[in-house]
Every structure is written in structure tokens, then in C-alpha cells.
Nanobody, 124 residues
Framework: QAQLVESGGGLVRPGGSLRLSCAAS????????MAWWRQAPGKEREFVAA????????FYADSVEGRFTISRDNAKKTLDLQMNSLQPEDTAAYYC?????????????????WGQGTQVTVSS
């Protein structure tokens, strides 16, 4: 059974940095594109960043381009998100998920359930 466990969130001041991690198990992690998604209170879940199975190609939402960096370690089955220059609008619960990035719209894959997420709060 696919399992995703996110960690690394916390409270940070505007302009600060955090590094999120996702530990995957129960599926062939190295075979799937992966992505970070986030959901703020009262809002729909939105795409943040994605990475191809090989790690050679990355994609970012316009709102985080240039500030966030996604990476993966297929040997360790981990996915990371380095977040710099954080702003209050980045406040949300962050989730990792295998994601279909073959089209112009990205879809989280249903075979893996959402993890518990990790909360990021940006506030002074």
C-alpha cells in the first residue's frame, strides 16, 4: 500500500526558509513523477511544484517560481522542497503525491492516498 509521510513544516517569518521532505513507501517511487501540492484554509488544493521520475525536469507554479526548488532521491525514496523567501501567502498544509504531468494540467494520481501533510505558517 502506497504511503506518503510529509515533514519539515513549521512557523517562519516572512523572508525565511524551510525545507520540506516526503518519505514514500509501498510503490515504485522511482517510476513516477512526483509533486508538491498545498491547501490553505478555505481554499482548494493547488499545485506547487513537480519533478519527473528521473529528476531531470522540474515544473513550478508561477507563484513559487524562483523561490522554491523541488528535488528527489530515488535511492532513498524521498522528495524534498526547499522554500526560500517565504511569504504569508505561502501559508498552507503541504502534501506530496505521485502526479501525472504528461499534459498541460497536472493531476494527482489516485493510487496513493494523501498523507497527513505538513503545516507551513509564514507570519511575523
Amino acid at each position: 500500500q502506497a504511503q506518503l509521510v510529509e515533514s519539515g513544516g513549521g512557523l517562519v517569518r516572512p523572508g525565511g526558509s524551510l525545507r520540506l521532505s516526503c518519505a514514500a513507501s509501498g510503490f515504485g517511487f522511482e517510476n513516477f513523477p512526483m509533486a508538491w501540492w498545498r491547501q490553505a484554509p478555505g481554499k482548494e488544493r493547488e499545485f506547487v511544484a513537480a519533478i519527473s521520475w528521473s529528476g531531470q525536469t522540474t515544473f513550478y507554479a508561477d507563484s513559487v517560481e524562483g523561490r522554491f526548488t523541488i528535488s528527489r532521491d530515488n535511492a532513498k525514496k524521498t522528495l524534498d522542497l526547499q522554500m526560500n523567501s517565504l511569504q504569508p501567502e505561502d501559508t498552507a498544509a503541504y502534501y506530496c503525491k505521485p502526479t501525472d504531468i504528461s499534459g498541460s494540467v497536472y493531476y494527482p494520481m489516485d493510487f496513493a492516498s494523501w498523507g497527513q501533510g505538513t503545516q507551513v505558517t509564514v507570519s511575523s
